[in-house]
Protein backbone atom coordinates (compact mmCIF):
# COMPACT_ATOMS: atom_id res chain seq x y z
CA UNK A 1 0.00 0.00 0.00
CA UNK A 2 1.66 3.58 -0.58
CA UNK A 3 -0.39 6.72 0.70
CA UNK A 4 1.00 10.50 0.26
CA UNK A 5 2.22 12.35 3.84
CA UNK A 6 -0.72 14.46 3.74
CA UNK A 7 -2.64 11.52 3.46
CA UNK A 8 -1.69 10.52 6.50
CA UNK A 9 -1.87 13.82 8.37
CA UNK A 10 -5.54 13.98 7.65
CA UNK A 11 -5.72 10.28 8.69
CA UNK A 12 -3.97 11.28 12.01
CA UNK A 13 -5.09 15.12 11.81
CA UNK A 14 -1.49 16.54 12.01
CA UNK A 15 0.25 19.08 10.74
CA UNK A 16 2.60 18.45 7.94
CA UNK A 17 6.18 20.62 7.11
CA UNK A 18 7.86 19.33 4.23
CA UNK A 19 6.74 17.73 1.08
CA UNK A 20 2.97 16.59 1.64
CA UNK A 21 3.43 14.64 -1.66
CA UNK A 22 6.15 12.43 -0.79
CA UNK A 23 5.20 8.95 -1.15
CA UNK A 24 5.11 6.60 1.98
CA UNK A 25 5.41 2.68 1.76
CA UNK A 26 6.19 1.06 4.99
CA UNK A 27 6.77 2.01 8.34
CA UNK A 28 9.91 1.50 10.32
CA UNK A 29 12.44 2.28 13.00
CA UNK A 30 14.05 5.64 12.75
CA UNK A 31 17.48 3.90 12.84
CA UNK A 32 16.39 1.40 10.46
CA UNK A 33 13.87 3.36 8.04
CA UNK A 34 15.30 3.79 4.55
CA UNK A 35 13.35 6.13 1.67
CA UNK A 36 9.60 5.34 1.36
CA UNK A 37 9.23 4.82 5.32
CA UNK A 38 7.84 6.51 7.70
CA UNK A 39 9.10 6.67 11.44
CA UNK A 40 8.72 8.23 14.79
CA UNK A 41 10.18 10.14 17.33
CA UNK A 42 8.53 10.52 20.78
CA UNK A 43 11.71 9.20 23.08
CA UNK A 44 14.00 12.39 24.01
CA UNK A 45 16.70 9.82 24.04
CA UNK A 46 16.18 9.32 20.26
CA UNK A 47 16.31 12.72 19.54
CA UNK A 48 19.96 13.09 18.30
CA UNK A 49 18.75 9.76 15.69
CA UNK A 50 16.92 12.69 13.78
CA UNK A 51 19.33 14.23 11.55
CA UNK A 52 20.72 10.64 11.01
CA UNK A 53 17.33 8.75 9.85
CA UNK A 54 17.05 7.78 6.23
CA UNK A 55 13.22 7.70 6.44
CA UNK A 56 10.92 9.47 3.75
CA UNK A 57 8.57 11.44 6.75
CA UNK A 58 9.00 11.32 10.56
CA UNK A 59 6.67 11.84 13.24
CA UNK A 60 7.29 14.18 15.86
CA UNK A 61 5.91 16.51 18.43
CA UNK A 62 4.53 19.90 17.94
CA UNK A 63 7.81 21.58 19.26
CA UNK A 64 10.29 19.70 17.76
CA UNK A 65 11.98 20.79 14.14
CA UNK A 66 14.42 19.09 11.69
CA UNK A 67 15.45 21.52 8.52
CA UNK A 68 15.47 18.93 5.80
CA UNK A 69 13.36 16.46 6.66
CA UNK A 70 9.76 15.92 5.87
CA UNK A 71 7.75 15.87 9.50
CA UNK A 72 4.19 14.98 10.81
CA UNK A 73 3.55 17.12 13.72
CA UNK A 74 1.09 15.62 16.05
CA UNK A 75 0.25 15.97 19.75
CA UNK A 76 1.49 12.49 20.61
CA UNK A 77 3.94 10.93 17.47
CA UNK A 78 3.71 6.98 19.18
CA UNK A 79 -0.13 7.00 18.95
CA UNK A 80 -0.21 8.42 15.60
CA UNK A 81 2.22 6.14 14.75
CA UNK A 82 0.51 3.28 15.93
CA UNK A 83 -2.25 4.08 13.78
CA UNK A 84 -0.60 4.59 11.13
CA UNK A 85 1.23 0.79 11.52
CA UNK A 86 -2.34 -0.19 11.05
CA UNK A 87 -3.04 1.16 7.59
CA UNK A 88 0.42 -0.72 6.92
CA UNK A 89 0.01 -3.89 8.71
CA UNK A 90 -0.26 -7.44 6.99
CA UNK A 91 -1.91 -10.56 8.13
CA UNK A 92 -2.60 -13.79 7.23
CA UNK A 93 -6.22 -14.78 8.14
CA UNK A 94 -7.94 -17.64 6.64
CA UNK A 95 -10.29 -17.22 3.72
CA UNK A 96 -13.92 -15.53 4.33
CA UNK A 97 -16.14 -18.55 4.55
CA UNK A 98 -15.72 -22.08 6.67
CA UNK A 99 -13.11 -24.47 6.16
CA UNK A 100 -14.46 -27.73 5.13
CA UNK A 101 -12.52 -29.46 8.06
CA UNK A 102 -14.23 -27.64 10.69
CA UNK A 103 -16.44 -29.10 12.57
CA UNK A 104 -19.80 -27.47 13.11
CA UNK A 105 -22.41 -27.72 15.99
CA UNK A 106 -26.04 -27.72 16.18
CA UNK A 107 -27.98 -24.78 16.63
CA UNK A 108 -24.82 -22.81 15.63
CA UNK A 109 -25.12 -19.41 14.22
CA UNK A 110 -22.22 -17.94 12.15
CA UNK A 111 -22.31 -14.62 11.01
CA UNK A 112 -21.35 -12.29 7.51
CA UNK A 113 -18.48 -12.62 6.60
CA UNK A 114 -17.09 -14.97 8.82
CA UNK A 115 -13.51 -16.45 8.33
CA UNK A 116 -13.11 -19.75 9.86
CA UNK A 117 -9.93 -21.93 9.88
CA UNK A 118 -9.36 -25.47 9.45
CA UNK A 119 -9.94 -28.20 12.28
CA UNK A 120 -12.05 -25.41 14.02
CA UNK A 121 -14.34 -26.87 16.84
CA UNK A 122 -17.81 -25.11 17.43
CA UNK A 123 -20.15 -26.59 19.56
CA UNK A 124 -23.93 -26.45 19.96
CA UNK A 125 -25.89 -23.14 20.21
CA UNK A 126 -22.79 -21.13 19.74
CA UNK A 127 -23.38 -17.27 18.17
CA UNK A 128 -20.27 -15.84 16.27
CA UNK A 129 -21.15 -11.96 15.26
CA UNK A 130 -20.25 -10.70 11.73
CA UNK A 131 -16.77 -10.34 10.46
CA UNK A 132 -15.20 -12.83 13.19
CA UNK A 133 -11.84 -13.97 12.33
CA UNK A 134 -11.28 -17.46 13.97
CA UNK A 135 -8.11 -19.43 12.57
CA UNK A 136 -6.71 -23.14 12.80
CA UNK A 137 -7.49 -25.38 15.68
CA UNK A 138 -9.58 -23.14 17.66
CA UNK A 139 -12.21 -24.74 19.99
CA UNK A 140 -15.61 -22.95 20.87
CA UNK A 141 -17.50 -25.07 23.44
CA UNK A 142 -21.35 -25.16 23.58
CA UNK A 143 -23.32 -22.53 24.14
CA UNK A 144 -20.57 -19.54 23.22
CA UNK A 145 -20.62 -16.47 22.47
CA UNK A 146 -18.55 -14.51 20.61
CA UNK A 147 -18.97 -10.83 19.36
CA UNK A 148 -18.71 -9.72 15.89
CA UNK A 149 -15.06 -7.90 14.61
CA UNK A 150 -13.18 -10.31 17.04
CA UNK A 151 -10.47 -12.28 16.01
CA UNK A 152 -9.16 -15.67 17.97
CA UNK A 153 -5.45 -17.43 16.67
CA UNK A 154 -4.75 -20.58 16.80
CA UNK A 155 -5.31 -23.64 19.13
CA UNK A 156 -7.09 -21.03 21.55
CA UNK A 157 -10.31 -22.59 23.74
CA UNK A 158 -13.15 -20.81 24.54
CA UNK A 159 -15.20 -23.76 27.09
CA UNK A 160 -18.86 -23.66 27.51
CA UNK A 161 -20.92 -21.17 27.91
CA UNK A 162 -18.61 -18.20 28.09
CA UNK A 163 -19.15 -14.53 26.51
CA UNK A 164 -16.45 -13.14 24.02
CA UNK A 165 -17.65 -9.41 23.05
CA UNK A 166 -17.17 -7.32 20.26
CA UNK A 167 -13.21 -6.59 18.87
CA UNK A 168 -11.56 -8.73 20.94
CA UNK A 169 -8.36 -10.08 20.24
CA UNK A 170 -7.42 -13.60 21.79
CA UNK A 171 -3.80 -14.81 21.20
CA UNK A 172 -2.76 -18.20 20.40
CA UNK A 173 -3.03 -21.20 23.75
CA UNK A 174 -5.36 -19.33 25.50
CA UNK A 175 -7.71 -21.02 27.84
CA UNK A 176 -10.48 -19.21 28.82
CA UNK A 177 -13.41 -21.02 30.66
CA UNK A 178 -11.47 -23.82 32.61
CA UNK A 179 -12.42 -24.96 36.05
CA UNK A 180 -11.72 -22.57 38.50
CA UNK A 181 -9.21 -24.11 41.96
CA UNK A 182 -11.78 -25.01 44.03
CA UNK A 183 -11.13 -27.41 46.32
CA UNK A 184 -12.70 -28.32 49.86
CA UNK A 185 -10.16 -30.10 52.36
CA UNK A 186 -12.26 -33.15 53.87
CA UNK A 187 -10.48 -35.80 56.14
CA UNK A 188 -7.04 -35.21 54.69
CA UNK A 189 -8.03 -35.12 51.22
CA UNK A 190 -9.87 -32.42 49.09
CA UNK A 191 -13.29 -32.75 47.29
CA UNK A 192 -13.84 -30.33 44.13
CA UNK A 193 -16.31 -27.57 44.32
CA UNK A 194 -18.00 -27.83 40.85
CA UNK A 195 -17.52 -24.43 38.19
CA UNK A 196 -21.08 -23.87 37.40
CA UNK A 197 -20.60 -19.92 36.74
CA UNK A 198 -19.04 -18.59 33.34
CA UNK A 199 -16.36 -16.19 32.06
CA UNK A 200 -17.59 -12.85 30.74
CA UNK A 201 -15.03 -10.97 28.32
CA UNK A 202 -15.99 -7.07 27.29
CA UNK A 203 -15.48 -5.49 23.91
CA UNK A 204 -12.13 -4.32 22.82
CA UNK A 205 -10.01 -6.60 25.20
CA UNK A 206 -6.91 -8.03 24.01
CA UNK A 207 -5.35 -11.08 25.83
CA UNK A 208 -1.84 -12.14 25.16
CA UNK A 209 -0.80 -15.96 24.21
CA UNK A 210 -1.32 -18.42 27.31
CA UNK A 211 -3.71 -16.61 29.11
CA UNK A 212 -5.75 -18.98 31.49
CA UNK A 213 -8.97 -17.68 32.40
CA UNK A 214 -10.78 -19.52 35.41
CA UNK A 215 -14.87 -19.93 35.18
CA UNK A 216 -16.53 -18.94 38.25
CA UNK A 217 -17.76 -21.25 40.87
CA UNK A 218 -20.72 -18.60 40.41
CA UNK A 219 -21.46 -16.01 38.56
CA UNK A 220 -18.93 -14.41 36.36
CA UNK A 221 -15.37 -14.04 36.12
CA UNK A 222 -15.34 -10.46 34.04
CA UNK A 223 -12.98 -8.89 32.28
CA UNK A 224 -14.30 -5.17 31.05
CA UNK A 225 -13.85 -3.03 28.50
CA UNK A 226 -10.79 -2.07 26.51
CA UNK A 227 -8.63 -4.21 29.08
CA UNK A 228 -5.32 -5.34 27.71
CA UNK A 229 -3.60 -8.63 29.32
CA UNK A 230 0.11 -9.84 28.53
CA UNK A 231 1.03 -13.19 28.02
CA UNK A 232 1.40 -15.79 30.64
CA UNK A 233 -1.41 -14.23 32.92
CA UNK A 234 -3.56 -16.65 35.09
CA UNK A 235 -6.69 -15.14 36.52
CA UNK A 236 -8.83 -16.81 38.67
CA UNK A 237 -12.14 -17.43 39.38
CA UNK A 238 -14.55 -14.55 40.02
CA UNK A 239 -12.33 -12.22 39.58
CA UNK A 240 -13.34 -8.98 37.93
CA UNK A 241 -10.80 -6.58 36.62
CA UNK A 242 -12.20 -2.93 35.39
CA UNK A 243 -12.11 -0.77 31.98
CA UNK A 244 -8.75 -0.13 30.65
CA UNK A 245 -6.70 -1.89 32.91
CA UNK A 246 -3.20 -3.32 32.05
CA UNK A 247 -2.22 -6.77 33.31
CA UNK A 248 1.51 -7.48 31.80
CA UNK A 249 3.21 -10.61 31.61
CA UNK A 250 3.59 -13.76 34.27
CA UNK A 251 1.04 -11.69 36.79
CA UNK A 252 -1.24 -14.44 38.99
CA UNK A 253 -4.18 -12.96 40.29
CA UNK A 254 -6.16 -15.29 43.13
CA UNK A 255 -10.15 -15.88 42.93
CA UNK A 256 -12.80 -13.47 44.03
CA UNK A 257 -10.10 -10.13 43.63
CA UNK A 258 -11.55 -7.20 42.21
CA UNK A 259 -9.57 -4.69 40.45
CA UNK A 260 -10.62 -1.56 39.48
CA UNK A 261 -10.52 0.83 36.64
CA UNK A 262 -7.07 1.75 35.01
CA UNK A 263 -5.57 -0.53 37.01
CA UNK A 264 -1.64 -1.29 36.06
CA UNK A 265 -0.18 -4.51 37.34
CA UNK A 266 3.65 -5.29 36.00
CA UNK A 267 5.52 -8.02 35.04
CA UNK A 268 5.73 -11.16 37.61
CA UNK A 269 3.02 -9.35 40.26
CA UNK A 270 1.05 -12.15 42.82
CA UNK A 271 -2.28 -10.79 43.98
CA UNK A 272 -4.20 -12.61 46.79
CA UNK A 273 -7.48 -13.68 46.98
CA UNK A 274 -10.89 -11.86 48.10
CA UNK A 275 -9.36 -8.29 47.82
CA UNK A 276 -10.06 -5.17 46.27
CA UNK A 277 -7.64 -3.12 44.18
CA UNK A 278 -8.83 0.50 43.70
CA UNK A 279 -9.10 3.02 40.33
CA UNK A 280 -5.76 3.69 39.35
CA UNK A 281 -3.37 2.03 41.32
CA UNK A 282 0.02 0.85 39.94
CA UNK A 283 1.74 -1.76 41.51
CA UNK A 284 5.36 -2.30 40.35
CA UNK A 285 7.37 -5.61 39.07
CA UNK A 286 7.22 -8.36 41.14
CA UNK A 287 5.15 -7.03 43.79
CA UNK A 288 2.91 -9.35 46.13
CA UNK A 289 -0.47 -7.62 47.19
CA UNK A 290 -1.57 -9.22 50.72
CA UNK A 291 -4.33 -7.16 51.09
CA UNK A 292 -6.80 -4.38 49.30
CA UNK A 293 -5.02 -1.48 48.32
CA UNK A 294 -6.92 1.68 47.90
CA UNK A 295 -7.68 4.01 44.78
CA UNK A 296 -4.46 6.12 42.85
CA UNK A 297 -1.75 4.16 44.94
CA UNK A 298 1.42 3.25 43.53
CA UNK A 299 3.24 0.41 45.86
CA UNK A 300 6.07 -2.02 45.28
CA UNK A 301 7.68 -4.77 47.26
CA UNK A 302 6.07 -8.07 49.08
CA UNK A 303 4.34 -7.60 51.21
CA UNK A 304 3.90 -4.46 49.10
CA UNK A 305 4.18 -1.00 50.47
CA UNK A 306 4.04 2.92 49.50
CA UNK A 307 6.78 2.94 46.74
CA UNK A 308 7.73 6.08 48.11
CA UNK A 309 8.63 3.89 51.46
CA UNK A 310 9.50 0.91 49.14
CA UNK A 311 12.68 3.02 47.81
CA UNK A 312 13.67 3.89 50.98
CA UNK A 313 14.05 0.67 52.33
CA UNK A 314 15.44 -0.55 49.23
CA UNK A 315 18.70 2.44 49.98
CA UNK A 316 18.63 1.21 53.12
CA UNK A 317 18.80 -2.44 52.33
CA UNK A 318 21.80 -1.90 50.28
CA UNK A 319 23.75 0.10 53.00
CA UNK A 320 23.36 -2.49 55.43
CA UNK A 321 26.68 -4.36 55.29
CA UNK A 322 28.31 -0.98 56.05
CA UNK A 323 26.00 -0.68 59.33
CA UNK A 324 26.43 -4.16 60.38
CA UNK A 325 30.30 -3.72 60.39
CA UNK A 326 29.85 -0.57 62.47
CA UNK A 327 27.71 -2.43 64.88
CA UNK A 328 30.50 -4.75 65.00
CA UNK A 329 32.98 -2.67 65.58
CA UNK A 330 31.35 -0.67 68.49
CA UNK A 331 30.39 -3.97 70.37
CA UNK A 332 34.24 -4.63 70.12
CA UNK A 333 34.72 -1.05 71.49
CA UNK A 334 32.24 -1.41 74.90
CA UNK A 335 33.20 -5.09 75.57
CA UNK A 336 36.87 -3.53 75.53
CA UNK A 337 35.89 -0.50 77.56
CA UNK A 338 33.65 -3.41 79.94
CA UNK A 339 37.19 -5.04 80.31
CA UNK A 340 39.32 -2.15 81.19
CA UNK A 341 36.39 -1.34 83.90
CA UNK A 342 36.22 -4.15 85.37
CA UNK A 343 40.11 -4.47 85.59
CA UNK A 344 40.40 -1.14 88.17
CA UNK A 345 40.21 -1.27 91.70
CA UNK A 346 36.89 -1.13 93.12
CA UNK A 347 37.35 2.64 94.54
CA UNK A 348 38.46 3.60 90.94
CA UNK A 349 35.90 2.52 89.16
CA UNK A 350 33.50 4.00 91.73
CA UNK A 351 34.88 7.18 91.35
Given amino acids: MEK ?43 RDKL ?8 IVAQDVDAPGLNLLKVANPYFAFAR ?32 IGAHVTIGHHVNIGARTIIHPGVVLGDYVTVGADTLIYPNVSVLQEAQIGDRVILHSGTVIGSD ?72 GISGSTKLGRHVTLAGQVGVVGHIEIGDDVTV ?10 PEKSVVAGSPAVDQTLWKKSQIALHKLPDALKTIRAL ?20 S
Fill in 180 to 251: GFGFAPMNGEYAKIPQIGTVVIEDDVEIGANVTIDRAALGQTHIKKGVKIDNLVQIGHNVVIGEHSIIVAQV
Fill in 84 to 115: IMKLFEQKFHPPIGIHPTAVIGDGAAIGEGCR
Fill in 4 to 46: QLRELAEYVQGEVVGDGQVVISSVAGIEEAMAGAITFLSNPKY
Fill in 51 to 58: PLTRASAV
Fill in 331 to 350: ERRIRALEEQLSALPADESA
Fill in 284 to 293: AAQSGIPKSV
